[in-house]
């Protein structure tokens, strides 16, 4: 089975100033997204895994590398989402985003070792995705831990996914927090 595609969603912010100074580097988030007819029936069946297995690194291949690029340079941190249209389940979404087939197509193109943390939901077209993201090869650093949001107009329809990887050059904005843990050292 193929994946039916209905659109590319790709985006790109760069955030400059915070707070009124300037962010140095500058830090890039890349979303690319793509917008696919959802594989399963809308009624109930027990075996999502099987047709997942089938379409994940198809869709990886989709959205992964695009989103790597479109970052033009290297990732630090990475993160995924499924947004389902209101004729699906939220387990639709899940079974193509948490499947490594997916996830290792946009890991090995991002350099990245640790498990992409994930959002996903049934929306309406227009809903706001909240995307985690983490640290590629460390989830425990801490200025790497943030949420971005997409949102696009007409995305998803009610039989529609959208699935989107997202990848950052550093960790947050003028991040300043201690490292994780350091709250602890002294107790």
Do not use: W
């Not at 959802?38 to 990886?60: K, R």
């Amino acid at each position: 089975m193929r994946v039916r595609v209905r659109k590319m969603i790709k985006q790109l912010d760069e955030t400059r100033l915070e707070n009124g100074r300037a962010v140095d580097p500058v830090h890039r988030v890349a979303f690319a997204g793509a917008v696919i007819e959802n594989p399963y029936p809308s009624e109930y069946v027990q075996d999502l895994v099987t047709l997942a297995d089938e379409l994940g690194e198809e869709i990886g291949e989709l959205v992964g590398p695009a989103c790597v690029e479109l970052l033009g340079g290297e990732v630090e941190a990475f993160g995924k989402a499924a947004l389902v249209g209101i004729e699906g389940e939220v387990e639709h979404g899940s079974a193509l985003i948490h499947n490594l087939r997916f996830g290792n197509v946009f890991r090995s193109v991002a350099d990245g070792t640790e498990l992409l943390p994930a959002a996903e939901k049934v929306g309406l077209p227009g809903s706001p995705m909240d995307i985690p993201i983490k640290h590629k090869k460390d989830a425990k650093t801490r200025s790497h831990h943030q949420t971005v949001t997409l949102q696009v107009a007409d995305v998803p329809r009610p039989r529609e996914i959208f699935v989107v990887c997202v990848a950052a050059n550093a960790g947050r904005p003028l991040a300043r927090l201690a490292a994780f843990g350091a709250e602890t050292q002294n107790q």
